[in-house]
């Protein structure tokens, strides 16, 4: 079944390429930002087609920026003024603390669609994650590359995306931890305010909701009185 952003993408007039499930899980977690003013940051532009792709899903009030390291996509065109492309390398520390410090707006919504190296998603994922505000949404995509060693990646590479994204499940438990743990220590200021993460074929969404206190719901029974 064709998705309603899938639509959208096969109708843009710039190019670009989605793998097709990935359309399912971006309607699943994104739908509830459709029609908002909301700032979503993309890395990864190529000819420019998934920044077109948003736009016309999120609508005119929303806030396009995407972030390529090819000067070439610096000329791109667009028809509505929501988009904008900055040139950097998500590798780089020195770019995202330049860029972070002059992106004025919450970033709501931020996916990486760059390089697909570790270090670069690793990086990316500790620089942005911090600063997104509460109810925003974090997804990496092509997480396969995690299982590739020209990525430097590999089946039970520890240093791998996956297995540093599923070191924060103990982020969100570690009101029940007891021990400690200097990574964790690390990850629980990076993932603070983190209430899910969603694991798909190459996707992992991290889901910024705001942690809630975990409290009982006690069971209250009232008896009728006969009179």
Known sequence: MTTILQRFFENVNHSSDKWEPYFEIYERHLRK??????????????????????????????NITGIDIDPECANLKYDTKNINVVIGDQGAEGFWNEFLSSYK?????????????????????????????????????????SYMPHNGG??????????????????????????????????????KDLTGIFFYDSVVVFEKSGKKEMTRSEEHTSELQSH
């Open 154 to 191: 590999g089946y039970g590479v520890k240093s791998s995306f996956i297995n540093y994204a599923k070191g924060y499940i103990d982020v969100i438990h570690n009101s029940w931890i007891n021990e400690l743990d200097t990574a964790l220590e690390h990850k629980k200021k990076i993932g």
């Open 33 to 62: 930002y459709r029609g908002q003013p909301v700032n979503l940051v993309e890395i990864g532009v190529q000819k420019g087609g998934s920044l077109e792709m948003w736009s016309d899903y999120f609508g005119g009030s929303a």
């Open 105 to 145: 707006n919450p970033i709501d919504i931020f996916i990486d669609d760059g390089g697909h190296y570790m270090n670069q998603q690793i990086l990316t994922f500790e620089k942005v994650f911090p600063i997104m505000p509460v109810g925003s949404i974090y997804i990496c995509e092509d997480c396969h590359t």
